[in-house]
């Protein structure tokens, strides 16, 4: 949608996808064309990696994009230090071994350096992407889960109500120190759930952007 309404306005557009390494680079140029290409790569990608190098992507944003542009930053940051990041899901949301740190002490991002540098040279607006099905558990037993990015397992009792209140804790916790950490960096955050209108999130976000502006 963006992309479609950057091409009405006549600006270029262009595509960083990144896993643990950069998947696909797309240089951004005008013209619908150019976007119906962007959206057939989006479709048909196929990453290479598993992890999430946040770090490393910035880094290569600064090297290839020189000029200042608005940069749209979608993504889960549900990362860690890139390819060697091999801590289960759950451990993640913990902000370390479950058990060993309190919700929300640790940052979701954990280098930050690339990340400021782009917000400083660009107009970086982080879409963050959030899934109410992961926040809570179901009461269902000895559940098994499985880190999509590092295959790692960890077992969990979702039987246990302290479990699951445990669970939702260390996950909303880490979702508010996403945001706070953003908002350090100077970073406007669009939040997107998976089970509402994004598009009301992007029209709320852009009013209020220009109401903004124009007290600025």
Known sequence: VVSFAAARQNDRVGLLAFSDRIELFVPAKKGITHVLRIVREILSIQPAGTGTDLAGAMRYLNLVLRRRATVFLISDFLCGGGADDVLPWWSRLAGGPAGSREAGTSAPIPSTTDL?????????????IFDPREA?????????????ESGRLTLLDTGSRRVRRDYERRSRGRREALSRQLRELG????????DASWVDRLVRFFRMRERRAAWA
């Open 116 to 128: 400021r540098m782009a917000a400083r040279r660009h107009d970086l607006i982080a879409a963050s």
């Open 187 to 194: 970073i406007d955050e669009i939040p997107i759930r998976t």
């Open 136 to 148: 809570e558990l179901p009461p269902a037993g000895m559940v098994e889960l499985e880190d999509a």
